[in-house]
T-cell receptor
Framework: NAGVTQTPKFRVLKTGQSMTLLCAQDMNHEYMYWYRQDPGMGLRLIHYSVGEGTTAKGEVPDGYNVSRLKKQNFLLGLESAAPSQTSVYFC??????????FGDGTRLSIL | GENVEQHPSTLSVQEGDSAVIKCTYSDSASNYFPWYKQELGKRPQLIIDIRSNVGEKKDQRIAVTLNKTAKHFSLHITETQPEDSAVYFCASHQGGKLIFGQGTELSVKP
């Protein structure tokens, strides 16, 4: 039982490049979330999903897209990366939309 | 939408002292309030939570209190130890998602 697994752990991109972050959970959770964490800003919700095939916007959705084609996977896409998207990205999942289990994070730098 | 304010942003205590972190929320419909601990370079981990039908909850050296009327909740850590040093986040649950406070960096000096 691995819990929540994020891929990759680190990535460096150039401005304008695109990439996809993968989050996988093996706990059969309905709810999945993507956050970004910046110094002094806490955890800010980007997008979330309340079940397979659903997505919804969080606090800071601009510049990101998501997909939840399979219940266990939640993908976060950056279509045209910008330096302002340099951050640590955390994925989380939960069974009841309450207690959330976090992955180890992806450290993303955009030059 | 929901807004969560957390204070203080930094807190330094001597080993063995108590530490208190406070949060306020804006939406009276919020019904679940978790606290997360994040050590440097690690993932946030749930340490304690409380639901709106409960006023206080304890787990060994950690306790959380909730005042629904005033819309604030607090984390209390007693007999602090160096391994309690971390960033602590409060959160409020609304509409299937959590809104987090800005975090408190707790430093416990031996």
């Amino acid at each position: 039982n691995a819990g929540v697994t994020q891929t990759p752990k680190f990535r460096v991109l150039k401005t304008g490049q695109s990439m996809t972050l993968l989050c996988a959970q093996d706990m059969n959770h309905e709810y999945m979330y993507w956050y970004r964490q910046d110094p002094g800003m806490g955890l800010r919700l980007i997008h979330y999903s309340v079940g397979e095939g659903t997505t919804a916007k969080g606090e800071v959705p601009d510049g990101y897209n998501v997909s939840r084609l399979k219940k266990q996977n939640f993908l976060l896409g950056l279509e045209s990366a910008a330096p302002s998207q340099t951050s640590v990205y955390f994925c989380a999942s939960s069974r009841t939309a309450a207690a959330q289990h976090f992955g180890d994070g992806t450290r993303l730098s955009i030059l | 939408g929901e807004n969560v304010e957390q204070h203080p942003s930094t807190l330094s205590v001597q080993e063995g002292d108590s530490a208190v972190i406070k949060c306020t929320y804006s939406d009276s419909a919020s019904n679940y309030f978790p606290w997360y601990k994040q050590e440097l370079g690690k993932r946030p981990q749930l340490i304690i939570d409380i639901r709106s039908n409960v006023g206080e909850k304890k787990d060994q050296r950690i306790a959380v209190t909730l005042n629904k009327t005033a819309k604030h909740f607090s984390l209390h850590i007693t007999e602090t130890q160096p391994e309690d040093s971390a960033v602590y986040f409060c959160a409020s649950h609304q509409g299937g998602k959590l809104i987090f406070g800005q975090g408190t960096e707790l430093s416990v000096k031996p």
